[in-house]
């Protein structure tokens, strides 16, 4: 079975304390509580603007986009793909693969905003999804994982479907591509890989690199499978 990690993903709550000092407070607007509100670019331009690294926040339209492409395909229908979301914040949010994800981007914020103040969804009963403070390397310490490849533009130049195919014959594969727009993977993240890929000599948005990863897998997977 094959894990997907979305690591260092754009998705967040408004920060409270936003100066390096943490003592700068964003006041919170009447009535509306800051702690549960969804960092989005087209709405908190200014907030964004006095964080670290903003390039890669306020995006979570491509946790969302991401996640739809991970969740619809055969691979992950067929309980052959787990799936994971590591925050910019260090979270993890865990996706039961029987999860259907609202297609409107409204809903999948609310459902965020949901997750973030309980922890889990749906709040009874046996949760699809679930988040914790964790960083990646302990996620992927507790997964184990037989090999780890990263994606990124500036891996080793190859196409997906041999790396896939590799990967294809072992017990615990894990892959980690980013769920940010803009800049690069940090040092933290990029040293648990084993292996760093570029599929393509230019950056391609999060969704695409896991669509022709997790097709790839799947070709060669389920084709097996089918044999058995
Ligand atoms: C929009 S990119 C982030 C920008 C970043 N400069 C980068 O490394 O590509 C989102 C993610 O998609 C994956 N990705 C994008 N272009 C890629 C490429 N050419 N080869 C392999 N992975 C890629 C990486 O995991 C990346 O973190």
Request: with cysteine; hydrophobic share 35%.
């Amino acid at each position: 079975m094959l894990t997907l990690i979305l690591a260092e993903s754009s998705l967040e709550t408004i920060p409270t304390r936003i100066n390096k000092k943490g003592t700068a407070k964003i006041p919170n607007k009447k009535g509306k509580k800051r702690d549960q509100t969804i960092l989005d670019i087209a709405l908190h331009r200014q907030i964004i603007q006095k964080l670290p690294n903003p390039e890669k926040r306020g995006r979570p339209d491509i946790t969302h986009l991401s996640l739809l492409a991970a969740l619809g395909t055969p691979l992950n229908k067929q309980g052959q793909l787990r799936t994971y979301v590591h925050t910019i914040q260090d979270k993890i949010i865990k996706i039961d693969s029987k999860t259907r994800l609202p297609k409107n981007y409204n809903r999948f914020i609310g459902l965020m905003q949901q997750l973030y103040k309980l922890g889990k969804v749906p709040p009874e009963g046996p949760p699809l999804l679930t988040l914790e403070k964790m960083n990646l390397e302990t996620l992927i310490r507790n997964l184990k994982p037989s090999e780890t490849i990263l994606f990124t533009e500036q891996g080793t130049p190859s196409k997906p479907k041999p790396i896939m195919n590799e990967l294809a014959k072992q017990e615990k594969p894990v892959v980690i591509i980013g769920g940010f727009p803009h800049g690069e993977f940090s040092t933290n993240t990029l040293k648990l890989a084993d292996k760093k890929i570029s599929i393509y000599p230019e950056p391609l948005d999060t969704w695409i690199v896991v669509s022709r990863v997790l097709y790839c897998y799947e070709a060669i997977v389920l084709e097996k499978n089918k044999h058995k």
